[in-house]
């Protein structure tokens, strides 16, 4: 069982950013790409994962992504071309 919470960036095929959290970061993509996910990746896709961090707690990871979520988008792209949070469990 997956006891890891994350926030994850993806970009669209506008090249948009859109930042979510979830507990499975494969099957959220999957989800996104199907048409399942939030309204707005539906229109966007194919998403393409571009960044994610790894937490041990909801909470934790809902704040990180709220805080994500208030940047600009040269402040997202930067996160996503310094890659992915090396600090993970």
Known sequence: MNDYHYVYIVECSDESLYTGYTTDVERRVREHNAGEGAKYTRGRTPVQLAYFECFDTRSAALSREHE???YT?????QLVEEGTDINQP
């Not at 988008?73 to 792209?77: A, C, G, H, P, V």
């Open 68 to 70: 994500i979520k208030s």
């Open 73 to 77: 988008r040269n402040k997202k792209q």
